[in-house]
């Protein structure tokens, strides 16, 4: 059975930085791309990033790009999500999922809330 677990997730203030995780099983997941999208309050999910899986090419959304990296570590089968110079727009529910660009929900996600 192919499962995500996302963490990570926190409350802090405006300007910090927070790194995400995720860790999947069930799934060849060295071979597969994999991404993160998040759901803010009120609003549907928004593709944020996505990797290949050598990690070979990197894509961002332009609301997240200079200030978020994405990476992977598949000898541990985890996906990383290293958010710097966060917003109060950036609070939300963030989840991983396999693929190229795709806006799903992979696990239950972690909250990011960023507030003054």
């Known amino acids: 059975e192919e499962q995500l677990v996302e963490s990570g997730g926190d409350l802090l203030q405006p300007g910090g930085s927070l790194r995400l995780s995720c860790v999947a099983s069930g799934f060849a997941f060295s071979a597969r791309s994999m991404s993160w999208v998040r759901q803010a309050p009120g609003k549907g999910l928004e593709w944020v990033a996505s990797?290949?899986?050598?990690?070979?090419?990197?894509s961002y959304a332009d609301s997240v790009k200079g200030r978020f990296t994405s990476s992977r570590d598949n000898a541990k089968n985890t996906r990383y999500l290293q958010m710097d110079s966060l917003k109060t727009d950036d609070t939300a529910v963030y989840y991983c999922a396999a693929g190229w660009r795709v806006r799903a929900r992979g696990g239950q996600g972690t909250q990011v809330t960023v507030s003054s």
């Open positions: 990797l290949t899986p050598n990690s070979g090419t990197i």
